[in-house]
């Protein structure tokens, strides 16, 4: 089983920027993809960043296309952490930020094939 815990929401000004943090805990191999999904009040989960955990220089991330080059997901493998770099945000990023993770996954760009979710971290853009 694969634990995860988010940290680094807040409250920021549109403009301003925000770096969450994932620290995953268990059974995690390089088998797993790990990812962000977010909710918004009244919204469905939505997919944000998904990124393929080994150790190697280079692997395969996935944007969903809102983000337009804003938000940069990256991998700490040491340290078995997973960031979300997010910048220029806006009023419409403000959500619950979920890490998530899978190793049965066909299409990261559905929320409803992880299988494993931290708690989520509030992100809140002011305007």
């Known amino acids: 089983q694969v634990h995860l815990v988010e940290s680094g929401g807040g409250l920021v000004p549109a403009g301003g920027s925000l770096k969450l943090t994932c620290a995953a805990s268990?059974?995690?191999?390089?088998?797993?993809?790990l990812g962000w999904v977010r909710q918004a009040p009244g919204k469905e989960r939505e997919f944000v960043a998904a990124?393929?955990?080994?150790?190697?220089?280079?692997?395969?991330?996935n944007y969903a296309k809102f983000m337009k080059g804003r938000f940069t997901i990256s991998q700490d493998y040491a340290n078995n952490k997973v960031h979300l770099q997010m910048n220029s945000l806006k009023p419409e990023d403000t959500a619950v930020y979920y890490c998530?993770?899978?190793?049965?996954?066909?299409?990261?760009?559905?929320?409803?094939?992880?299988?494993?979710w931290g708690q989520g971290t509030q992100v809140a853009v002011s305007s």
């Open positions: 998530v993770a899978s190793n049965s996954i066909t299409d990261v760009t559905q929320p409803s094939q992880y299988t494993n």
């Open positions: 268990g059974r995690i191999d390089d088998t797993y993809v």
């Open positions: 990124i393929k955990w080994n150790a190697e220089e280079e692997h395969w991330s």
